[in-house]
Every structure is written in C-alpha cells, then in structure tokens.
C-alpha cells in the first residue's frame, strides 16, 4: 500500500508564492502517475496538475497555467507543486495522488494523501 505525505501548505498573502510536496512511501516512484487535486470550501475536489508515470510529462488546469508548476524527483519518490501569483480562489486542501498503471489523473487514482491546507488571504 503506498502512502503519501503532503507538506508545505499554509497561509500565503495574495501574490505571494508557496510550494507543496508529497513523499512517496517507495524507493522510486518513476513508474507512478501523479497528481496534485485540491477542495475548496463547499466545491468538489478537482485536479489540479499531473505528472505521468515514466515520461514526466505535464498538465495543468486552465485556472493554474502560468503560475504552478509541478516537478517530481524521483529518485527520492517526491512530487512538489511550486505555486506562484497565488489569489484567493487558490483557496483549499491539497491533495497528492498516485496510480500505478494509466496516462491520466482524470480518470480515477489509486493512492491519496490526507491534504495540506494553503489559505490565501490578506
């Protein structure tokens, strides 16, 4: 069973910048797709950016473009979103996700982690 451990969330003045990062209970997690997906307050959870399995290759949604980027390193089985120009709509629990065998975070994940609040406010 993998587990997943986010950090890094907390309270970020608007503008300001903040990164994640979640740790991958195995020794590489190179053939693991995963993704960072987020809730704000009364809102569904939705996805926020992927990294497949293998290639690395990246996506976004359109409300992030620009201003997150998401990187994995993993030879120490760790995913981060770097998060810049944050604005308060950025507001909820992040979460950090993974799957074994797929091309997309949009269709279902195995492994979730328990979420790391990032609050942007003034």
């Known amino acids: 069973q993998l587990q997943l451990v986010e950090s890094g969330g907390g309270l970020v003045e608007p503008g300001g910048s903040l990164t994640l990062s979640c740790k991958a209970s195995?020794?590489?997690?190179?053939?693991?797709?995963m993704g960072w997906f987020r809730q704000a307050p009364g809102n569904e959870r939705e996805e926020v950016s992927c990294?497949?399995?293998?290639?690395?290759?990246?996506s976004y949604v359109d409300a992030v473009k620009g201003r997150f980027t998401i990187s994995r390193d993993n030879a120490k089985s760790t995913l981060y979103l770097q998060m810049s120009s944050l604005k308060p709509e950025d507001t909820g629990v992040y979460y950090c996700?993974?799957?074994?065998?797929?091309?997309?975070?949009?269709?279902?994940?195995?492994?979730w982690g328990e979420g790391t609040l990032v609050t942007v406010s003034s």
């Open positions: 996700a993974a799957k074994r065998i797929g091309s997309s975070c949009s269709d279902g994940m195995e492994f």
């Open positions: 195995v020794p590489d997690s190179t053939y693991y797709t």
């Open positions: 990294s497949l399995r293998i290639s690395s290759t990246r």
